[in-house]
């Protein structure tokens, strides 16, 4: 099966906390990506971020962090010191590659962040 | 340009009109995607193309009809949707269906049909 859970469904912090963003996946295909997505409410889904099944790396970006671990299928996200403009829909998403290359999102539930000031 | 442009951004039509949503990019992709979001749900996979041909169609009602006319633009003509089709659709755009660097959307169009 080819899922993406992200079992916490809204979260609320007060400005200046750190978060963290839960995106558990399943896929049988030992070659994928995974991706994060902010949909803030004007609706748009803005890239946050691409990564491939080969490479475990945590990534740092400014205030975000990612945890990538492929024992525990987990793709988390942190943010830190927390601002209202990151209130916002989170999606984890998956790519598999079957060989097929359909390159269809599977995405998460999602997370909705509010940060109160 | 990095963008994903959608038009219009709202749209209120009625069950028995004949609309039609738009979607241009300029970044020299060459796979575009319809997606359908419903409040408080994910986006769900309407329509794939590649190359200008439909790659993909996930068992989608035909009254919604998608159309490429050529590698920049995605047309979703819409004909006698229900009250139930009333969503947020997503244009997004990537290089390739095999590259896999994830999508480019579109900030949407919020749909309701009456």
């Known amino acids: 099966a080819q899922k993406v859970t992200q079992a916490q469904t809204e979260i609320s912090v007060v400005e200046k906390e750190d978060v963290t963003l839960d995106c558990v996946y399943e896929t049988r295909d030992t070659t994928y990506y995974l991706f994060w997505y902010k949909q803030p409410p004007s609706g748009e889904l803005v890239f946050l971020i691409r990564?491939?099944?080969?490479?475990?790396q945590n990534e740092i970006s400014g205030r975000y962090s990612w945890n990538f671990q492929k024992s525990t299928s987990s793709f988390n996200f942190t943010i830190t010191a927390s601002q209202v403009v990151d209130s916002a829909v989170y999606f984890c998403?998956?790519?598999?590659?079957?060989?097929?290359?359909?390159?269809?999102?599977?995405f998460g539930t999602g997370t909705l962040l509010a940060v109160q000031p | 340009d990095t963008e994903v442009t959608q038009t219009p951004k709202h749209l209120v039509m009625g069950m028995t009109n004949k609309k039609s949503l738009k979607c241009e990019q300029h970044?020299?992709?060459?796979?575009m995607y319809w997606y359908k979001q419903k409040a408080k749900k994910p986006p769900e996979l309407m329509f794939v193309y590649s190359y200008e041909k439909l790659s993909i169609n996930e068992s989608v009602p035909s009254r919604f009809s998608p159309e490429c006319p050529n590698s920049s633009l995605l047309n979703l003509h819409l004909h006698a949707l229900q009250p139930e089709d009333s969503a947020l659709y997503l244009c997004a755009s990537s290089q390739g269906l095999r590259e896999n660097y994830g999508y480019t959307f579109g900030s949407g169009t919020r749909l309701t049909v009456v």
């Open positions: 990564r491939n099944s080969f490479d475990e």
């Open positions: 998403a998956l790519i598999p590659s079957y060989g097929g290359a359909t390159n269809k999102l599977i």
């Open positions: 970044m020299g992709h060459r796979a």
